[in-house]
């Protein structure tokens, strides 16, 4: 089956055989060609997004919330360097995403033409591979196998570059095939035998405990339903990074909370007192391991990762696994059913009876007020009042992110979209649009913070165009809190330039994007507010007045160890918790 | 409790030498994302060799010599053999006895007695005089990296001008192939 045709038309083909819905982009100069055939027809549906940025946050969240690659178009020049950012967050996350570039015609290309860049040389740290087309012939196996790259193995972003001139240029087109990359196969099945050692070593265990990540949501949802099996299978508790809430239900028994800096007092005590631990598909990132010397010092380590080079990187670990988490962990699953390990259940209850001691310290506590709305009550009631409900979740990132993963709790994968390796701010706003054009039915949140929402505050405008009714949530500290905080542990409470000055009336904002606007700083009428944001049709801005200096804790501060966590009924000086070399750690 | 923090030091820190052999698509750009990659990422590159060694199916072999850690040579071949265009990773070090040679051009500039000197040298060493002039010579020189590096020790002092190298190419020893 092969067809004559433009190379603007292959590649508006390549994306309907791929099964793309929905595409996000700005046009400009370079890709008028691909607009002119993306005009021509109605199967893909361009979003117009409000700045490129935008667009690749946009395609995170699609693809984040619904498991299929996020497509994004941008022009040359400026279109391609704003979407750096983005593809960055998409390499850091493992968040499979296609970008098309368009690029100044091939006779041109290092002639500094207007609105050319090297897009190739500026993206290829940032993404998993990249292509400058610069024959037509290429054209059709350059687009198909981006997407085969961009999802197999580790997820990741593709760019391909494509030259004017091989916009307009005519070729013939082909479909794509099975394994389009001649030669690119990431392993995916586990080896069988470090598996069974693996079972092995969880059979003796005494103080074990599971150590999820992002991995296992990027392994499809049946990963997850095996992880859920194999937990309680073994009885063992669970935990889980930023980049893994949903895997593991927090309703359930097993489940300890987030782990890491801002994770929970259990979490963070049970992976340093653990005597095995079984990571899957999460990577030893620094926010995870705090003072890595002294990071569970006690405990042998099985490491379960699609990527080789994870393994070993920051953490030595004795059984490491290459392979997909949904392979592994149905492996798992099927050989502890076989062999029934005897497992050492005394052992196991004291270590049970240890994990309640901690949960016992009620960690996420906090102290509540009746004259102010606290930014930890603020996430509790709108958990507890979208409860039930089809309910997405994104944030920009900051102490309102940690306090999102801290007290809205997820019972599925896919519901939680949040910038956790880059820590880009601005990302949560964009990414709901995109959720919200995967899930139109679903009631989408953006949970942000008065100084991330403005980075990105243009795409209301998209929005508003194509009627999407996502809420944003701000909890509105008046302070880049995250920053303060910092700033308030390392550098004597000298707020430099963390105070959000001339802020712009944020329920007047709503009204002139075309959408809805709340305000509430009173405890008292927090519920109504909150009710009237869920049950309004279309996009909302909530200013959620809250406490101005709350610290988001539990901490582990930087350069310290799990066991030397900070909780909050801390009473000492916040001043001296971090010493000079930790200052020096971000 | 001891005050050390990042980095970790439960591996083993010795610094070893090895040279890595890799065999890649010959596309545009692969140098740049190999070389890229050792910028990034803080690794030493010792030396580095590229050319195409099978045309009809575009294949290129690129030997890197890079020296560090046994954590941080594994983290190299990892990230190596993760690239999209890297076919395979060999560890020549690791595989035991490989061939190593580089070839070099060497200017010794002079009259009188260090000329005489230079290619008595020359000789010795086993090295073609490629180009003579009455003023210079210009040798080539194809052995192990040691030999050349004594041979350009010993040159110094003869007038030794310009040198230019290759950089390393490798083999594995016996019948394996890659």
Same mark, same amino acid.
């Given at each position: 089956?092969?067809?004559?045709?433009?190379?603007?038309?292959?590649?508006?083909?390549?994306?309907?055989?791929?099964?793309?819905?929905?595409?996000?982009?700005?046009?400009?100069?370079?890709?008028?060609?691909?607009?002119?055939?993306?005009?021509?027809?109605?199967?893909?549906?361009?979003?117009?997004?409000?700045?490129?940025?935008?667009?690749?946050?946009?395609?995170?969240?699609?693809?984040?919330?619904?498991?299929?690659?996020?497509?994004?178009?941008?022009?040359?020049?400026?279109?391609?360097?704003?979407?750096?950012?983005?593809?960055?967050?998409?390499?850091?996350?493992?968040?499979?995403?296609?970008?098309?570039?368009?690029?100044?015609?091939?006779?041109?290309?290092?002639?500094?033409?207007?609105?050319?860049?090297?897009?190739?040389?500026?993206?290829?740290?940032?993404?998993?591979?990249?292509?400058?087309?610069?024959?037509?012939?290429?054209? #059709?196996?350059?687009?198909?196998?981006?997407?085969?790259?961009?999802?197999?193995?580790?997820?990741?972003?593709?760019?391909?570059?494509?030259?004017?001139?091989?916009?307009?240029?005519?070729?013939? $087109?082909?479909?794509?095939?099975?394994?389009?990359?001649?030669?690119?196969?990431?392993?995916?099945?586990?080896?069988?035998?470090?598996?069974? !050692?693996?079972?092995?070593?969880?059979?003796?265990?005494?103080?074990?405990?599971?150590?999820?990540?992002?991995?296992?949501?990027?392994?499809?949802?049946?990963?997850?339903?095996?992880?859920?099996?194999?937990?309680?299978?073994?009885?063992?508790?669970?935990?889980?990074?930023?980049?893994?809430?949903?895997?593991?239900?927090?309703?359930?028994?097993?489940?300890?909370?987030?782990?890491?800096?801002?994770?929970?007092?259990?979490?963070?005590?049970?992976?340093?007192?653990?005597?095995?631990?079984?990571?899957?598909? !999460?990577?030893?990132?620094?926010?995870?391991?705090? &003072?890595?010397?002294?990071?569970?010092?006690?405990?042998?380590?099985?490491?379960?990762?699609?990527?080789?080079?994870?393994?070993?990187?920051?953490?030595?670990?004795?059984?490491?696994?290459?392979?997909?988490? !949904?392979?592994?962990?149905?492996?798992?699953?099927?050989?502890?059913?076989?062999?029934?390990?005897?497992?050492?259940?005394?052992?196991?209850?004291?270590?049970?009876?240890?994990?309640?001691?901690? &949960?016992?310290?009620?960690?996420?506590?906090?102290?509540?007020?009746?004259?102010?709305?606290? #930014?930890?009550?603020?996430?509790?009631?709108?958990?507890?009042?979208?409860?039930?409900?089809?309910? $997405?979740?994104?944030?920009?990132?900051?102490?309102?992110?940690?306090?999102?993963?801290?007290?809205?709790?997820?019972?599925?994968?896919?519901?939680?979209?949040?910038?956790?390796?880059?820590?880009?701010?601005?990302?949560?706003?964009?990414?709901?649009?995109?959720?919200?054009? !995967?899930?139109?039915?679903?009631?989408?949140?953006?949970?942000?913070?008065?100084?991330?929402?403005?980075?990105?505050?243009?795409?209301?405008?998209?929005?508003?165009?194509?009627?999407?009714?996502?809420?944003?949530?701000?909890?509105?500290?008046? $302070?880049?809190?995250?920053?303060?905080?910092?700033?308030?542990?390392?550098?004597?409470?000298?707020?430099?330039?963390?105070?959000?000055?001339?802020?712009?009336?944020?329920?007047?904002?709503?009204?002139? $994007?075309?959408?809805?606007?709340?305000?509430?700083?009173? #405890?008292?009428?927090?519920?109504?507010?909150?009710?009237?944001?869920?049950?309004?049709?279309?996009?909302?801005?909530?200013?959620?007045?809250?406490?101005?200096?709350?610290?988001?804790? #539990?901490?582990?501060?930087?350069?310290?160890?799990?066991?030397?966590?900070?909780?909050?009924?801390?009473?000492?000086?916040?001043?001296?918790?971090?010493?000079?070399?930790?200052?020096?750690?971000? | 409790?001891?005050?050390?923090?990042?980095?970790?030091?439960?591996?083993?820190?010795?610094? =070893?030498?090895?040279?890595?052999?890799?065999?890649?698509?010959?596309?545009?750009?692969?140098?740049?994302?190999?070389?890229?990659?050792?910028?990034?990422?803080?690794?030493?590159?010792?030396?580095?060799?590229?050319?195409?060694?099978?045309?009809?199916?575009?294949?290129?072999?690129?030997?890197?010599?890079?020296?560090?850690?046994? /954590?941080?040579?594994?983290?190299?071949?990892?990230?190596?053999?993760?690239?999209?265009?890297?076919?395979?990773?060999?560890?020549?070090?690791?595989?035991?006895?490989?061939?190593?040679?580089?070839?070099?051009?060497? /200017?010794?500039?002079? /009259?009188?007695?260090?000329?005489?000197?230079?290619?008595?040298?020359?000789?010795?060493?086993?090295? =073609?005089?490629?180009?003579?002039?009455?003023?210079?010579?210009?040798?080539?020189?194809?052995?192990?990296?040691?030999?050349?590096?004594?041979?350009?020790?010993?040159?110094?002092?003869?007038?030794?001008?310009?040198?230019?190298?290759?950089?390393?190419?490798?083999?594995?020893?016996?019948?394996?192939?890659?």
């Amino acid at each position: 089956m092969s067809e004559m045709m433009t190379g603007a038309e292959m590649v508006v083909r390549a994306l309907r055989d791929q099964n793309v819905e929905h595409l996000f982009g700005y046009p400009g100069g370079a890709v008028l060609p691909i607009y002119d055939a993306l005009f021509q027809q109605d199967f893909v549906k361009h979003i117009l997004v409000r700045q490129e940025g935008g667009a690749v946050h946009s395609a995170e969240g699609y693809a984040r919330s619904s498991g299929k690659v996020g497509v994004v178009l941008v022009t040359s020049g400026p279109g391609a360097t704003n979407a750096v950012t983005g593809l960055t967050d998409a390499l850091m996350d493992s968040i499979p995403l296609v970008c098309i570039t368009g690029q100044v015609p091939t006779h041109l290309i290092g002639s500094d033409a207007f609105q050319e860049c090297d897009t190739v040389g500026i993206t290829r740290s940032c993404t998993k591979h990249n292509y400058l087309v610069k024959r037509i012939e290429d054209l #059709p196996r350059i687009l198909h196998e981006a997407f085969y790259v961009a999802s197999n193995g580790r997820p990741g972003p593709v760019v391909i570059d494509i030259p004017k001139d091989i916009q307009f240029a005519k070729g013939v $087109y082909s479909r794509p095939k099975d394994n389009q990359h001649k030669t690119y196969r990431p392993t995916v099945k586990g080896d069988l035998s470090k598996i069974k !050692a693996a079972i092995d070593l969880m059979s003796k265990a005494k103080r074990p405990v599971f150590y999820t990540g992002g991995g296992v949501i990027n392994a499809g949802p049946h990963a997850s339903a095996l992880l859920r099996e194999l937990v309680h299978l073994t009885g063992f508790p669970c935990t889980s990074t930023l980049m893994g809430l949903g895997a593991f239900p927090a309703a359930d028994k097993q489940w300890l909370g987030m782990l890491g800096m801002h994770g929970t007092y259990e979490a963070n005590l049970a992976m340093h007192g653990c005597d095995v631990m079984i990571n899957i598909g !999460a990577r030893f990132d620094d926010r995870i391991t705090g &003072r890595i010397d002294a990071f569970s010092p006690g405990s042998r380590k099985i490491h379960v990762d699609i990527d080789p080079s994870s393994i070993n990187k920051n953490v030595k670990v004795e059984i490491p696994i290459v392979g997909d988490c !949904a392979h592994v962990l149905e492996d798992m699953v099927r050989l502890w059913r076989e062999l029934s390990p005897q497992v050492d259940k005394p052992a196991l209850k004291s270590w049970w009876g240890q994990i309640n001691e901690w &949960r016992g310290r009620n960690s996420l506590g906090f102290q509540n007020s009746d004259t102010i709305i606290k #930014p930890q009550h603020a996430v509790q009631r709108l958990y507890e009042l979208t409860k039930g409900r089809d309910t $997405y979740v994104t944030t920009e990132v900051g102490q309102h992110q940690m306090w999102a993963a801290q007290y809205f709790h997820f019972e599925e994968p896919n519901r939680w979209m949040t910038s956790g390796g880059l820590g880009t701010m601005g990302y949560g706003l964009p990414a709901a649009i995109g959720v919200q054009l !995967a899930h139109p039915k679903a009631l989408v949140i953006d949970i942000a913070g008065e100084a991330s929402i403005l980075m990105n505050i243009q795409e209301m405008s998209t929005a508003l165009q194509y009627r999407l009714p996502v809420k944003i949530f701000i909890l509105n500290n008046e $302070y880049m809190g995250m920053v303060r905080q910092w700033q308030e542990l390392l550098h004597g409470g000298r707020y430099s330039s963390s105070y959000s000055e001339a802020l712009p009336d944020f329920v007047k904002l709503a009204e002139a $994007y075309g959408s809805h606007g709340i305000r509430c700083s009173d #405890p008292a009428k927090l519920d109504d507010a909150i009710m009237e944001m869920i049950e309004t049709p279309r996009a909302v801005i909530f200013d959620c007045v809250v406490a101005k200096e709350e610290n988001c804790f #539990p901490m582990i501060p930087s350069g310290k160890a799990h066991n030397e966590m900070i909780l909050n009924d801390f009473t000492g000086d916040t001043k001296t918790v971090i010493d000079a070399k930790g200052r020096e750690l971000v | 409790m001891s005050v050390s923090h990042y980095p970790a030091v439960s591996f083993d820190q010795t610094v =070893r030498r090895h040279t890595l052999s890799v065999i890649v698509d010959n596309e545009p750009g692969v140098l740049s994302r190999i070389a890229g990659l050792f910028s990034g990422r803080g690794y030493n590159i010792e030396s580095l060799t590229v050319s195409e060694t099978e045309a009809e199916k575009h294949i290129s072999r690129i030997t890197i010599v890079t020296s560090g850690s046994e /954590k941080i040579i594994d983290q190299i071949k990892n990230h190596l053999d993760r690239l999209v265009p890297v076919h395979r990773v060999v560890d020549l070090t690791l595989q035991g006895e490989s061939i190593e040679r580089e070839l070099a051009l060497l /200017k010794v500039v002079g /009259k009188g007695d260090h000329r005489m000197e230079a290619l008595r040298l020359a000789t010795a060493f086993g090295a =073609r005089t490629i180009d003579a002039t009455v003023t210079s010579f210009v040798f080539e020189l194809t052995g192990a990296t040691d030999d050349i590096e004594r041979f350009i020790k010993v040159l110094g002092p003869c007038g030794l001008a310009e040198v230019s190298r290759t950089g390393i190419a490798a083999m594995a020893r016996g019948s394996e192939v890659m």
